[in-house]
């Protein structure tokens, strides 16, 4: 009876209110963590083993480059994350309303993956693909004088991208980002429901409210199993979007072209390059989008859904 009045309420928040929670949960994402997303660009572009490690990158960002080389890409970064959440959190809503029971309910953990990853799907193909090519042109770029770079900015480079390698060009990469997104948001979807209930017997639209460090928990183990499955695919995502086509012949061709020549040219553990960084980045920036949006959530359930049902 519990579980079947827990969903039903569910049904009652507006996935609109789940997108607003998602976009502003990825502009303070965005604005905390781009410097490890920088370095985790940089590390996975080295072929060379320019970089030493982490800290060694950021180093030799900020010594060569100055400090704000660690936010490059952030304007392409921040409205991505923004649209992104906005996307996944109210097309995750939506896809879970039509995965449910019609007489309890209630959906089934088989539904709620399902969700998850169609989600990550649509927010790969719509948003993640064109804006991720945009900011990895921009963070591959050394140095800060602008008339050294080939890219002046994230307009600039977008516009000089669909010229010189056509519109599919801003979609470079798209099957490993599709393959990425999808598994990533599968997991994190159902690990942070699962993770809610196990350690605060939360259960979705039941009006309690967590705490920010409580979802930011939550959140940040629901966000750690998709970095670790998912690093071929984000290591080859960001090889063939630094590629440009206008350069002649291009080095991979596609995914499971990638994937055959990294790990022949580079061993088995260039499939993870990046790693580290990643796993620094989306578990916190899990965090911090989950202790805003949970917020959000809660602000609605309180005031419209509860008070409406009492």
């Given at each position: 009876?519990?579980?079947?009045?827990?969903?039903?309420?569910?049904?009652?928040?507006?996935?609109?209110?789940?997108?607003?929670?998602?976009?502003?949960?990825?502009?303070?994402?965005?604005?905390?963590?781009?410097?490890?997303?920088?370095?985790?660009?940089?590390?996975?572009?080295?072929?060379?083993?320019s970089?030493?490690?982490?800290?060694?990158?950021?180093?030799?960002?900020?010594?060569?480059?100055?400090?704000?080389a660690?936010?490059?890409?952030?304007?392409?970064?921040?409205?991505?994350?923004?649209?992104?959440?906005?996307?996944?959190?109210?097309?995750?809503?939506?896809?879970?309303?039509?995965?449910?029971?019609?007489?309890?309910?209630?959906?089934?953990?088989?539904?709620?993956?399902?969700?998850?990853?169609?989600?990550?799907?649509?927010?790969?193909?719509?948003?993640?693909?064109?804006?991720?090519?945009?900011?990895?042109?921009?963070?591959?770029?050394?140095?800060?004088?602008?008339?050294?770079?080939?890219?002046?900015?994230?307009?600039?480079?977008?516009?000089?991208?669909?010229?010189?390698?056509?519109?599919?060009?801003?979609?470079?990469?798209?099957?490993p980002?599709?393959?990425?997104?999808?598994?990533?948001?599968?997991?994190?979807?159902?690990?942070?429901?699962?993770?809610?209930?196990?350690l605060?017997?939360?259960?979705?639209?039941?009006?309690?409210?967590?705490?920010?460090?409580?979802?930011?928990?939550?959140?940040?183990?629901?966000?750690t199993?998709?970095?670790?499955?998912?690093g071929?695919?984000?290591?080859?995502?960001?090889?063939?979007?630094?590629?440009?086509?206008?350069?002649?012949?291009?080095?991979?061709?596609?995914?499971?072209?990638?994937?055959?020549?990294?790990?022949?040219?580079?061993?088995?553990?260039?499939?993870?390059?990046?790693?580290?960084?990643?796993?620094?980045?989306?578990?916190?920036?899990?965090?911090?989008?989950?202790?805003?949006?949970?917020?959000?959530?809660?602000?609605?359930?309180?005031?419209?859904?509860?008070?409406?049902?009492?």
């Amino acid at each position: 009876m519990a579980a079947e009045k827990t969903e039903k309420t569910t049904k009652s928040i507006p996935p609109y209110i789940k997108a607003l929670s998602g976009s502003l949960g990825g502009i303070v994402e965005a604005s905390c963590l781009q410097p490890i997303d920088v370095i985790k660009t940089r590390l996975q572009l080295d072929r060379t083993g320019s970089y030493k490690g982490i800290i060694h990158c950021g180093t030799t960002i900020h010594r060569s480059e100055g400090v704000r080389a660690l936010w490059k890409g952030l304007t392409p970064f921040a409205t991505h994350l923004t649209l992104k959440y906005a996307l996944r959190m109210g097309s995750n809503a939506v896809l879970q309303s039509a995965f449910k029971d019609s007489q309890t309910g209630n959906i089934s953990q088989y539904g709620r993956v399902l969700s998850g990853f169609g989600a990550g799907v649509l927010e790969a193909l719509v948003i993640v693909t064109p804006f991720e090519v945009v900011k990895i042109r921009l963070q591959q770029q050394r140095g800060l004088s602008p008339e050294l770079l080939k890219y002046k900015g994230p307009i600039h480079c977008a516009r000089l991208i669909v010229r010189e390698e056509g519109l599919f060009g801003l979609w470079a990469g798209a099957a490993p980002t599709v393959m990425r997104n999808g598994t990533n948001q599968a997991a994190m979807f159902t690990a942070k429901n699962a993770f809610d209930g196990f350690l605060w017997n939360r259960q979705e639209g039941d009006g309690k409210v967590l705490l920010p460090w409580q979802s930011m928990i939550s959140g940040f183990l629901a966000g750690t199993a998709g970095p670790v499955c998912t690093g071929p695919f984000d290591v080859v995502k960001t090889r063939l979007m630094a590629q440009s086509r206008s350069g002649g012949e291009m080095k991979y061709s596609g995914m499971f072209h990638a994937i055959r020549t990294i790990y022949a040219e580079e061993g088995i553990c260039a499939l993870w390059k990046g790693l580290l960084p990643r796993l620094m980045r989306i578990p916190p920036g899990q965090a911090i989008m989950w202790g805003v949006a949970d917020q959000v959530i809660g602000v609605y359930e309180r005031s419209y859904v509860h008070n409406a049902a009492s």
